[in-house]
């Protein structure tokens, strides 16, 4: 389950025998979140139907990126590659995440300039932090191809870009906008999906390379209270914080130009008192004062509507109400176009029940259906630190207690999912699958008994979906975290968000056993639930009253098969164990009491996973 450098062979073996051929491949170049630069979010992401086509690769983020190739090709291209007969060029490399690929050149740096130049022609940012993007900047300025780079990401994404990358002052504008030197085109998309791409299970994804297509879903990654034009802010800056470039030198004096900020009321009153004997400034004060209270009303009017929450707080014996401003990250679902293979790539991420801007339900809510169907294989998910660090200091990010809460989410959308379409399937008679078709045949020509047993499973299944959702609503609180600790900082108001109350969940799971698994399981047949689950002893009313419901064996483990991947570990550095040690120990902890039945690795430099 660690990472380390793996060829093809290890990986795809594991996937195979357990019945399905892998679709895609997930090279790891960079698996922390610091403190080390040379150890940051980035990975690529292709096709194996594609090959090593030109521009099959998708990069997904890029903290770090050429320098990483470059060690893995010295790690694993043999060292007389065209110096002998046995390594002639062009030479095909045997082992390691690029096992297939041939190379034209003798020195591992160069084959990884081929790799960047011709293979990569994407790069899916999920948020423009550093961490997340320098590797990108650098090298697409030092290694220009034949064609542009493509930049994809939100359009909060792009714009940040624009504004504080690409701006010919932290770096030269390198894209095809604003007359930059047109390395780089951007590729805005579409939140959830465009509606009008895509059909069927495709519908809404953007096919972005050879094979390879993808969706976006954004997400929350913390927040800050500084003054700035975020998605959330209006315009409220911290007391006693100061933004210097909204002034101006005019004709007035400084601040008081062609863009002169809205001034404060006590700022108005002094100038006003001051500068009575000049009816025209005096007026022209007053009506700055009229604007500035109509503006707040807006403001306040939208911030009410907006999902960002508000935070009030008392600083320096004044009074202010500060607007929480979001950091948005972003989350790929990219999708095999051939299989309809699925992997899910994080950003970074905080949980939903600490959040102000709670979105990581959505992404389950997309997922859920997936997973029930077998077509998501992994999950690849920051957890930056253990569980030892505490709710005030988590800056936007997840622990694994927070993981834990969030694959119970997603369980509870599998459930709801297999529940649908145990539902539909059986008692509706609609249409299904040709597993499922072929069940309803079998059954068809069984005994009573069996048909009894499975009427009984329908309608436990039935009313076990009526109680969830009971005791769902009934029990929906305002939570801030599993912890009960303080929110954020002590000037945020957490916002109230539904968490799932799926109880039943664990219920007599303590028993089972979570098997090791590597690759998603196919949507299970009504034959595979009947002689699995043996049959059903219906409840009394006086029994279920204090006797927790009995869980189905469809709903049992309910995230059996998928692969949760831990990015972003941030090491300690010092004498004590890898934090990435620490925290697969505390998930695996986690795990044994949930019984979801997931898979958790935590990533490694180099790694290679066949999906």
């Known amino acids: 389950m660690g990472g380390g450098v793996g060829g093809e062979g290890a990986d795809s073996d594991d996937a195979t025998a357990a019945g399905a051929s892998p679709a895609l491949q997930v090279i790891v170049l960079g698996s922390g979140g610091g403190p080390l630069e040379t150890n940051v979010t980035a990975f690529l992401v292709r ?24 060690k893995i090709l010295e790690d694993t291209q043999p ?89 010919n002052v932290i770096w030269p504008n390198l894209s095809d906008e604003n007359n930059g030197a047109g390395l780089v085109t951007y590729m805005r998309l579409v939140e959830g999906g465009s509606p009008a791409l895509g059909e069927g299970e495709g519908k809404g994804y953007l096919e972005i390379s050879d094979g390879l297509a993808v969706k976006v879903w954004g997400v929350s990654h913390g927040h800050c209270i500084e003054r700035h034009s975020h998605r959330g802010s209006v315009s409220s800056a911290r007391h006693a914080s100061f933004d210097g470039s909204s002034m101006s030198i005019g004709p007035i004096g400084v601040g008081m130009g062609a863009s002169m900020p809205l001034l404060s009321p006590r700022t108005i009153a002094h100038h006003n008192s001051a500068n009575s004997a000049n009816p025209s400034l005096s007026t022209f004060l007053q009506q700055q004062q009229q604007q ?71 992404i389950w809510r997309e997922a859920g259906p997936k997973i029930a169907a077998g077509k998501l294989a992994a999950i690849f998910i920051e957890c930056s630190y253990d569980d030892s ?45 040709n597993s499922v078709d072929r069940s309803h045949s079998e059954y068809a020509s069984g005994s009573d008994k069996k048909k009894k047993r499975k009427r009984e499973s329908i309608d436990e299944t039935a009313s076990l979906l009526t109680r969830r959702k009971t005791t769902t609503s009934s029990q929906a ?38 098997p090791h698994i590597s690759t998603p399981t196919a949507e299970l047949t009504l034959r595979d639930i009947e002689m699995m689950s043996g049959p059903v002893t219906p409840l009394s009313s006086a029994a279920t009253a204090h006797t927790p419901p009995a869980v189905p064996y469809h709903l049992r483990l309910p995230l059996k098969g998928l692969r949760v991947v831990v990015i972003h570990v941030k090491d300690k550095l010092n004498d004590g164990p890898y934090t990435g040690d620490v925290i697969l120990e505390e998930l695996r902890a986690h795990e044994a009491e949930a019984q979801f039945g997931c898979e958790y690795i935590v990533s490694s430099v180099g790694q290679s996973l066949y999906l």
């Open 47 to 70: 096709s194996l139907a594609s090959g090593w086509s030109k521009g099959s690769i998708v990069a997904v983020d890029a903290g770090v990126h050429l320098g990483a190739i470059v």
């Open 79 to 167: 060292a007389n590659t065209g110096l002998t007969d046995e390594h002639v060029l062009p030479y095909t490399l045997t082992a390691g995440p690029f096992a297939g690929l041939e190379v034209p050149h003798k020195r591992p740096a160069a084959n990884a300039a081929h790799i960047h130049r011709s293979l990569i022609d994407t790069y899916l940012i999920t948020h423009p932090h550093l961490d997340h993007i320098s590797g990108f900047v650098i090298n697409t300025a030092g290694l220009p191809g034949s064609r542009p780079k493509r930049l994809a990401g939100l359009p909060s994404t792009i714009a940040a870009f624009k504004k504080h990358i690409f701006n």
């Open 389 to 433: 660090q505490s709710v005030d200091r988590l800056y936007g990010h997840l622990t694994p207690r927070f993981i834990a809460e969030e694959m119970k989410a997603l369980a509870h959308e599998v459930n709801e999912a297999r529940l649908a379409l145990f539902h539909d399937h059986n008692v509706a008679g609609g249409p299904g699958s």
């Open 477 to 514: 609180t305002r939570t801030r975290s599993l912890t009960g600790e303080d929110p954020v900082s002590p000037k945020t108001v957490v916002k109230p968000f539904r968490r799932v109350e799926s109880s039943t969940l664990s219920d007599e799971q303590g028993t089972t056993e979570s």
């Open 292 to 362: 500035q209270r109509d503006q707040e009303r807006m403001q306040n009017s939208q911030a009410t509507a907006s999902t960002t929450g508000l935070a009030s707080s008392v600083s320096g014996g004044h009074s202010t109400g500060e607007s929480v401003c979001v950091y948005d990250s972003s989350a790929y679902f990219i999708r095999d176009v051939v299989t309809g293979r699925e992997v899910l790539i994080f950003g970074d991420v905080e949980p939903d029940s600490v959040s102000l801007s709670p979105r990581n339900h959505q």
